[in-house]
């Protein structure tokens, strides 16, 4: 089912980033955000909206980090929603300046790390103007978000790991956490991005169902999946 319609995306905000940490968090797996303070009590979800301004030191990060700067002006998208995402978990330790265990990459000493997880980026960009801080998308807005999400084509990876007692004894329900491809992504690319995030994934025949999966939290708490590798 498409957790993202028209309904479901009432009272979600949105963010403005500078350029290119849209397209960075819509398309090149950067979680986290940066931030000076959190997001607000109660926000789990966001729309990523790329601004019409520029941070050249994204631009420099980008080419570093060896995406070709011709690759990076042909996906930039200005003055639009461009992403879903969700945020699962907010780290407080960089904001003291000190090391904590954020993706290294993306996670700046100093500031606030939002976790983004199920980044859904849009099949088709929404253009309107964003503003400062968290912010509230007009009407029409969210209607056109949710039609351009309509197009994703809908099959996730999900989680299938159990909490573990002191023992190592699995219980409960399945975690149940999603991981969405991106649209166009075959199912290899959506692994490989998973994996990068810390995914584990069982091996998956060629034609049959989703493989079983572990997300990173699972992962780190619990032993190898069958199958994994």
Not at 123 to 149: K, Y
Request: with cysteine; glycine share 12%.
């Amino acid at each position: 089912m498409n957790p993202y319609t028209r309904s479901a995306l009432i009272g979600v905000p949105a963010l403005t980033v500078l350029n290119p940490w849209g397209l960075a968090i819509a398309r090149l797996g950067k979680s986290p955000e940066n931030r000076g303070w959190p997001p607000h009590r109660g926000v789990g979800r966001i729309l990523i909206h790329a601004g019409k301004g520029d941070d050249r030191a994204g631009f420099d990060h980008l080419t570093q980090l060896g995406y070709l700067p011709e690759r990076i002006a042909d996906e930039l998208v200005r003055s639009a929603v461009v992403a879903v995402a969700d945020i699962p978990k907010v780290c407080h330790v960089g904001e003291g300046g000190g090391p904590c265990e954020c993706p290294p990459l993306w996670a700046a000493r100093g500031q606030v790390h939002w976790l983004l997880d199920n980044v859904v980026p849009l099949p088709e960009p929404v253009a309107c103007r964003g503003r400062q801080g968290l912010w509230h998308p007009e009407r029409e807005t969210l209607d056109e978000v949710a039609a351009s999400l309509a197009l994703v084509e809908w099959e996730p990876l999900s989680c299938a790991g159990r909490q573990v007692d002191r023992v190592g004894r699995a219980y409960g329900a399945p975690c149940g956490n999603q991981f969405w491809p991106a649209p166009g992504q075959t199912y290899g690319q959506m692994e490989q991005t998973a994996r990068t995030q810390g995914w584990r994934v069982a091996p998956r025949t060629e034609g049959g169902p989703m493989p079983d999966a572990m997300c990173r939290t699972c992962a780190s708490h619990s032993g190898d999946l069958r199958g994994t590798s």
